[in-house]
């Protein structure tokens, strides 16, 4: 037995949290590297604009500034951003695109950048109002990953739109616990492979607690069709583990707490057995929703600490539908209780 | 008014705890406080009994210049009311009663309309808001003792404030108002109470701004940007005048605008920073580093202005004001577990001094900025508005509640022993 006893107290990080995170910030920060920009714009001052603000932040950030859209949509040399696509990763963090330039289509040429590299921060540039250019976009089909920019901007506005290639769950370290919110099961899904990746390229057990209506097999088409290809192999290796969440937390139609800790705790104890690192669970917490049981949901997600002494990372993963419904009071207890979160807008 | 109106009103509801040094500071203070309503399309109530319902309306008509004092009193957009004509002082008190009263106060002001010259927004009435003296209830008590009576207003009174909340789920804004003289007659048990049923406290005082403790990290939560520059120039002024380093780390000084209005309300400006008694660090580089997670540039900040403090042997105060909005920038840009992250480091990173980093407060109303609120505050933080008012809203739990009016009682006799020694 990992966890000794179901004593709160037992599950306490030994190390002060606060010191704990900004150790493992640092450790992460140390393999990061400058934030890449790059700038199209034709007019010549708002170029020497684009240079004096750089100046600034110059160490941090290396910003490029170019003046031709199609070299830098179709040419060949480290400009060409689709010349990225077998990773899906561009060079830059972040590419700001002037949308007036003349005739030419800026909207299809970012269009196809977005094709190519989806997560791809782009931001726009205009004088026009806003307003017409979300219009243009959406006319085109393009209707979101861009943000607008309206010129004039100041220094703290450029800066408010630059940052670095975040992938949500970059950060995550094995023992946090993590709640997440979705406005779409399609959201949910994805994010469920994706955090399920991260588990088998660390070589961890992977648990997925699933709603009650989705069926397992349905489920082992979607993680595979989202990119998960090797699904049936894991499923027989047992590195990954599908499990419909009502089953998990609810089998006789109770939450009882002390046997959903034994649960965590055997599966825990088996990825060590298995020579895993430990178990990361993407957990659908519909169930208790669905039950009556969204008060005794929150009294069992505090019963668990913020950050666990086990090698454990549960995500749990609710439908924003099911949080709006919770009481102000049990919301401020549920995050208290996680010390990361994922909420999607 | 359906529920619906009245949700979509609700986020300007208060109820507001304010200590006056006396009578006239007090009368002074509702009088402006129901003014502000009336211009924001309020309605208003006054309770008191320390002055009389004519010659209330008499300051009205000279105070509320653009109004029509008695017209407004016949439509019932002012209204103005004895002690005894609102509190159920003889009754015992319950959630309930207290509250369906207030609501229909509340719910008839709605179905005003206020159409004045002088009014910002024309059209409906938009809440109530109400100045609620206590000072008779004092009285009263005073001429009870000598008939040694149980019965105690003061007790009724404190029953009947701990049967509000301190958010109302309608649109009204209370200041229960006391005098310092009475307050002071409350056992600390009573105080403490009252102070866990409001939202916010004022007392003049206290003046968090003017005189921060040391190693107090200062949450101020502002309305608008011009609220937050004259907090920043309370603060440092003030820092100035006291012989301490000021610090004004901003994400912001690049900005013209923002640093002309800075500088030119600061006493001395160029003097003070060409000798460095107040210094100005350009946030940009800091912030893009915490994005990444990288603070060690904070650490060599922090490192720097210690030393130069402790070897500054000119300098007798060593208290160091820092202002710093870095993180209030990762938080609107929605940075947050990067913003999270350094306040975390600030709470780590204490220096003789104190921190002061400024939130907008309608962010925590938006989503998903409110979901970061309680994640963003430690329970040792000191949350204040732009005037200095603690604001018991944003308590993180309760152990920062308990930490927070801990803090304010403290306060309290801080300022009692600079008034006794005045």
Request: hydrophobic share 40%; with cysteine.
């Amino acid at each position: 037995m990992i966890t000794p006893a179901h004593d709160p107290k037992n599950y306490l990080f030994k190390e002060n949290k606060a010191e704990h995170d900004i150790k493992m910030a640092n450790l992460y920060a140390a393999d990061k590297k400058k934030i890449s920009i790059l700038v199209f714009e034709t007019d010549p001052d708002i170029q020497y604009l684009y240079q004096e603000y750089m100046k600034i932040i110059s160490p941090h950030v290396s910003c490029t500034i170019v003046d031709d859209i199609e070299k830098m949509i179709n040419g060949n040399d480290s400009l060409n951003v689709n010349k990225f696509n077998p990773t899906q990763k561009s060079n830059f963090d972040t590419i700001i695109v002037d949308v007036n330039v003349g005739d030419y289509d800026v909207i299809r040429a970012v269009k196809i950048i977005l094709q190519t590299i989806p997560k791809q921060k782009i931001i726009f540039t205009t004088t026009a109002n806003p307003r017409t250019i979300k219009n243009e976009m959406s006319c085109q089909g393009l209707v979101s990953g861009v943000h607008i920019l309206r010129k004039p901007f100041s220094f703290s506005d450029l800066l408010s739109v630059i940052s670095p290639t975040k992938d949500k769950f970059d950060k995550l370290k094995l023992t946090d616990h993590v709640l997440a919110s979705y406005n779409s099961m399609q959201e949910e899904l994805t994010d469920a492979v994706d955090f399920i990746k991260k588990g088998i390229d660390s070589d961890e057990l992977n648990l997925l607690l699933i709603r009650n209506d989705m069926a397992v097999e349905y489920t082992i088409g979607v993680l595979r069709s989202k990119g998960l290809l090797n699904v049936d192999t894991l499923l027989e290796d047992g590195s990954l583990i599908i499990i419909k969440n009502a089953k998990w937390y609810i089998p006789d139609g109770r939450v009882d707490v002390p046997r959903i800790m034994d649960q965590w705790d055997a599966l825990v104890n088996r990825s060590i057995q298995q020579k895993k690192l430990g178990l990361r669970a993407f957990c659908m917490m519909d169930c208790f929703f669905e039950n009556g049981f969204s008060t005794e949901l929150v009294d069992y997600e505090c019963y668990l600490p913020s950050q666990f002494q086990i090698p454990v990372i549960p995500l749990c993963a609710y439908r924003q539908m099911d949080l709006d419904c919770l009481a102000e009071k049990d919301k401020k207890r549920l995050i208290e209780c996680h010390n990361h979160m994922i909420i999607c807008e | 008014m359906t529920g619906a109106d009245l949700d979509s009103l609700v986020r300007s509801s208060n109820h507001i705890l304010a200590i006056y040094p006396n009578g006239r500071e007090k009368l002074d203070a509702a009088f402006r406080f129901l003014h502000d309503g009336l211009l924001n399309n309020e309605a208003v109530l006054l309770i008191t009994d320390e002055i009389t319902r004519e010659d209330a309306i008499t300051r009205m008509a000279r105070d509320f210049a653009g109004f029509d004092v008695l017209d407004l009193l016949e439509r019932g957009v002012i209204s103005i009311r004895s002690t005894g004509q609102c509190h159920f002082i003889n009754d015992s008190f319950d959630d309930d009663r207290t509250q369906i009263k207030w609501k229909k106060d509340v719910v008839e002001s709605l179905l005003n309309s206020f159409f004045k010259e002088n009014s910002s927004k024309k059209g409906k009435v938009s809440g109530l808001r109400a100045f609620g003296d206590t000072k008779s209830l004092f009285n009263k008590d005073k001429r009870l003792s000598n008939d040694k009576s149980p019965f105690s207003f003061i007790d009724n009174l404190v029953e009947y404030e701990c049967s509000l909340k301190k958010h109302f789920p309608f649109p009204l804004k209370v200041i229960c108002a006391y005098e310092e003289p009475d307050i002071v007659q409350l056992n600390n048990l009573e105080f403490k109470s009252l102070l866990k049923h409001h939202g916010v406290f004022h007392k003049d005082s206290i003046k968090e701004l003017v005189y921060p403790l040391q190693n107090s990290h200062i949450m101020l939560l502002y309305d608008n940007q011009q609220d937050l520059n004259d907090a920043y120039i309370t603060y440092i002024n003030e820092g100035l005048a006291q012989g301490q380093l000021c610090v004004f780390a901003s994400v912001l000084l690049q900005n013209n605008d923002f640093l002309k209005d800075i500088s030119s309300r600061i006493i001395n400006f160029e003097e003070n920073v060409q000798n460095e008694n107040l210094i100005l660090v350009d946030m940009a580089k800091f912030y893009i580093q915490a994005m990444m997670d990288d603070l060690r540039e904070f650490d060599n900040l922090k490192n720097k202005l210690v030393d130069k403090v402790r070897n500054d042997k000119n300098r007798d105060d060593k208290h160091v004001r820092l202002i710093d909005d870095c993180s209030e920038f990762l938080f609107k840009n929605k940075h947050f577990e990067e913003c999270i992250n350094l306040e975390n480091w600030t709470h780590q990173k204490r220096f003789e001094g104190s921190v002061l980093c400024p939130y907008s407060k309608t962010l925590f109303d938006q989503f998903p900025y409110c979901y970061y609120l309680f994640r963003v505050f430690h329970s040792d933080d000191i949350v204040i508005d732009s005037r200095g008012n603690f604001l018991l809203d944003y308590v993180k739990n309760s152990e920062h509640q308990s930490k927070l009016i801990s803090y304010m009682m403290k306060r309290m006799d801080i300022s009692n022993v600079e008034l006794n020694g005045e």
